[in-house]
């Protein structure tokens, strides 16, 4: 059986990008929850591909959406 999880991806980007650009927030939701790949390794790959600004706001989306899901209970 499979489970349906909410994350509010494009809020998230608007919140922190200011564009409903929701790649990085989702990259963090899919490590939040597969484990298929770590929180960190998401943000090194935002690093390499991002300078400046733009890197810490796509990080700090990520992080975002990685510790929302984090902290669903799961049924």
């Known amino acids: 059986a499979g489970r ?3 994350l509010p ?3 998230i980007a608007l919140k922190h990008l200011g564009r409903p650009l ?3 927030v989702l990259l963090g939701g899919f490590a939040a929850q597969t484990g298929l790949i770590t ?3 998401v943000i090194h ?3 390499d591909k991002f300078k400046g600004p733009v890197a810490e ?3 700090a989306a990520a992080t ?3 510790d929302t899901l984090m902290s669903k ?3």
Request: hydrophobic content about 50%; overall charge negative.
């Open 4 to 6: 349906m999880i909410t």
């Open 22 to 24: 929701p790649n990085a």
């Open 45 to 47: 790959a935002i690093n």
């Open 64 to 66: 975002e959406a990685y």
């Open 73 to 75: 209970e799961v049924l």
């Open 57 to 59: 706001r796509n990080a």
């Open 9 to 11: 991806a494009t809020e």
């Open 39 to 41: 929180l960190d390794a």
